[in-house]
């Protein structure tokens, strides 16, 4: 069987189905193919209770934001903004990252009151400076940044920036914890830039599904298909390239695809640092957001406190009944010098006695034949999911939207 559409989109991803809603939208002939269910990249349901594949702080979509017309519709937006956006628990404070403006600020003169001020000055810095990097987005991270008139400021370590600045060494964990989160790294990689995105972020807005990651990534998938899009199970078998343009597609199926574009995105590789847990509602604090950092204590030791991230579940079963009890997903950002288990049931005690879920292994997706060479094909397009504004769902769904925006340019 041989078929001629305009674009094929190889992946399971955020990106994909944002580059191909956003070219469904303009009339394309789009074809998703994926190597099992779509929705198996984003949740999975074990005893009755749905679970993040991995935790993720969710940007772009305010209103106004790149992903608020992907999911935009006359009913009831399938997520919340979060007040606030992020809540870090350190070992003698707990603070709620605000935006700018007096709740930011009450955080600050109740968990930090004697350099409350200057944490104040020095967020409200970043935040401007993440303006600057909206506007570079395309441009490496240490050549984006202008501060104090240095172009390498963006590069920076953002402990060693933020201590030449006087401010104290709680709110350095905190920052860096934020900034780790976001961008998927340790905590002492994090930079300058990466804190300014972070804070931007905050400012902007983060974002949790309000039914769960089930309801929210079923909504532009429904999107997708409404406006013409096809979603396949299969995978590429061979492809055909002539005068540096992929001219011809065959999946394992025996089906030729003739395509004026194609896109890949990259299987996101195995969570092997994600852990899951069902947890009673009642030992949750009332005081906690969705998203949640763990700052583990300095120790005597030369180890760094370990940094683990938490999405909490929204509450029920995956099958909607009533349940006194959350899915967590755990990421860990950097190991604690002991079980991750004991430093939550520290910071939440009770969590100790927590149901641990296995996690089961996901079959990788099978490479993409061209994806290691060094001539790649003009006509073919990788997402990331890592990009200067941050990582995980969101940079995945952002680099699916532009280049959906850069071959939207070429006709």
């Known amino acids: 069987m041989h078929r001629e559409i305009d674009c094929l989109i190889v992946g399971s991803g955020m990106g994909s189905v944002t580059c191909g809603t956003a070219l469904a939208q303009r009339g394309w002939r789009v074809v998703l193919l994926t190597p099992g269910a779509l929705e198996d990249s984003f949740y999975r349901i074990q005893d009755r209770f749905e679970h993040d594949r991995s935790p993720d702080l969710l940007w772009g979509l305010e209103e106004g934001g790149f992903l608020h017309p992907l999911l935009a519709t006359e009913e009831q937006p399938p997520v919340v903004r979060l007040q606030p956006g992020v809540q870090v628990v350190l070992p003698c ?93 340790d905590p002492s990689q994090a930079t300058v830039a990466m804190a300014a995105m972070a804070f931007g972020h905050a400012r902007k807005g983060f974002f949790a599904p ?20 096809e979603i396949r199970d299969g995978v590429v078998r061979e492809i055909t390239v002539r005068w540096n343009t992929i001219r011809e597609v065959a999946t394992a ?24 847990l069902v947890v009673d509602e009642m030992l949750i604090p009332g005081e906690m957001g969705r998203n949640v950092l763990v700052v583990e204590a300095e120790g005597s030791g030369e180890a760094p406190p370990g940094l683990l991230q938490l999405a909490l579940g929204v509450v029920g079963d995956a099958d909607g009944r009533s349940s006194r009890k959350r899915a967590v997903a755990i990421r860990v950002l950097r190991a604690p010098r002991r079980d991750p288990v004991s430093l939550l049931d520290e910071a939440f005690p009770g969590w100790a006695g927590a149901e641990t879920c296995p996690v ?45 925006t850069r071959l939207l340019r070429r006709t």
């Open 253 to 276: 199926d025996g089906e030729v695809v003739s395509s004026r574009y194609v896109v890949w995105e990259p299987d996101a590789g195995p969570q092997d640092r994600v852990l899951h």
């Open 93 to 185: 404070h707990r603070v709620g990252l605000y935006g700018p403006g007096p709740d930011w600020e009450r955080e600050l003169r109740r968990e930090f009151s004697s350099s409350w001020s200057d944490i104040l000055i020095c967020s409200e810095a970043l935040c401007q400076l993440s303006e600057v990097i909206w506007a570079r987005m395309e441009t490496p991270l240490w050549t984006m940044a202008r501060w104090s008139s240095s172009r390498l400021d963006g590069k920076r370590h953002l402990r060693t920036f933020l201590r030449e600045r006087g401010i104290t060494p709680p709110f350095c964990d905190m920052a860096e914890a934020v900034a780790a989160a976001c961008f998927g790294v």
């Open 360 to 404: 089961p292994p996901r079959q990788a997706a099978p490479d993409f034949p061209l994806a290691s060479r060094w001539l790649r094909p003009r006509n073919l397009f990788l997402t990331s999911q890592a990009s200067p504004l941050g990582c995980g769902l969101p940079a995945a769904a952002w680099s699916g939207h532009r280049i959906a």
């Open 210 to 229: 309000r039914e769960g990651t089930k309801a929210f990534i079923e909504r532009p998938i429904r999107r997708f298909q409404a406006l013409g899009g």
